[in-house]
């Protein structure tokens, strides 16, 4: 009889889900969710582990690339997606891949999680090469597609990154950096897409925003890089500048208009009296760092 994994167990919380009241269900599921950030605690060693190496691939021009079937597909091709208006990053940067392509987004593409090859050729095809990092994602840990991907990954010498909730998940020996939230039998049982979702959407957090804040891509805590592409970023653009270069908000929009929108110019530009080109001469020379690049100029 094959061992039953544990994100395949049943949950004894919650046996008796289907005849209790409203409030006691959703009560079990917030009981359970508590248990998500204890379980990714415990991997912030392996977390961190795994940021040195992304900083490092990034400052180096190397992508960041996600795989994953279903649930765990969608969190990386949602994670990837929110980087580049947050950060102001090239959308090539950050990358998500699904079993099944875009159509498995919003549809289930039946077999795709199963297709080792499929992983395999997802992979070819994204270009990814030696400077790169690749990341597999499954709550299993056992999903063929990934294991296709990050069988190949190391084939191509790719450095690689396995995210599950399985300690005994197949990608453990093709992952440089295994992490491992083990989180519990899930609510409904087998249903992933709950609290091994929820650790691996915050794990993916971690991975982009600690590796973006480690090449310089924030300020203190401001998201200088911003985009600002419609009216709530235009108005979060104008109250970073406000508050950094300590200038009203009105002064602040008129840096902001001299720069193109861009937040670290318009800084540069208020704190140390220069123009827009001079601005972006120095922070250049700082590599974009923002805090570097005052520091030098005071």
Do not use: W
Request: hydrophobic share 40%; charged share 25%; net charge neutral.
């Amino acid at each position: 009889m094959n061992k039953i994994i544990l994100t395949e167990k049943r949950n004894p919380a919650s046996i008796n889900i289907d005849i209790v009241s409203t409030r006691e269900i959703v009560e079990i599921i917030n009981k359970e969710d508590f248990k998500v950030a204890a379980a990714v605690e415990k991997e912030l060693e392996k977390i961190a582990q795994a940021v040195d190496i992304i900083s490092k691939a990034f400052l180096q021009g190397g992508s960041l690339l996600y795989f994953g079937a279903g649930t765990s597909g969608r969190l990386g091709v949602l994670d990837a997606s929110e980087c580049p208006p947050t950060f102001g990053v090239s959308s090539e940067m950050v990358r998500g891949y699904i079993a099944g392509g875009d159509k498995a987004l919003k549809t289930a593409v039946e077999g795709a999680e199963d297709s080792f090859e499929g992983g395999e050729k997802d992979l070819i095809d994204s270009g990814a090469n030696s400077n790169d990092i690749v990341v597999g994602i499954s709550a299993s840990g056992n999903a063929p597609y990934v294991q296709g991907v990050l069988s190949k990954a190391k084939e191509l010498n790719i450095k690689t990154i396995g995210i599950t909730g399985n300690t005994e998940a197949k990608i453990k020996e093709l992952s440089d950096v295994f992490i491992c939230p083990e989180v519990g039998e899930e609510v409904i049982t087998g249903s992933t897409r709950m609290k091994s979702g929820t650790a691996q959407k915050l794990v993916l957090n971690m991975l982009t925003t600690a590796s973006m804040v480690k090449i310089g891509k924030t300020y203190e805590n401001f998201m200088v890089d911003v985009q600002p592409t419609n009216t709530k970023l235009k108005d979060r653009a104008a109250r970073i500048v406000s508050e950094i270069a300590d200038i009203t908000y009105e002064k602040a929009q008129n840096f902001l208009d001299k720069s193109n929108y861009r937040v670290k110019p318009a800084i540069v530009m208020s704190m140390l009296n220069l123009s827009y080109n001079e601005a972006i001469e120095i922070l250049k020379k700082h590599n974009g760092r923002l805090r570097e690049t005052l520091m030098a100029g005071k």
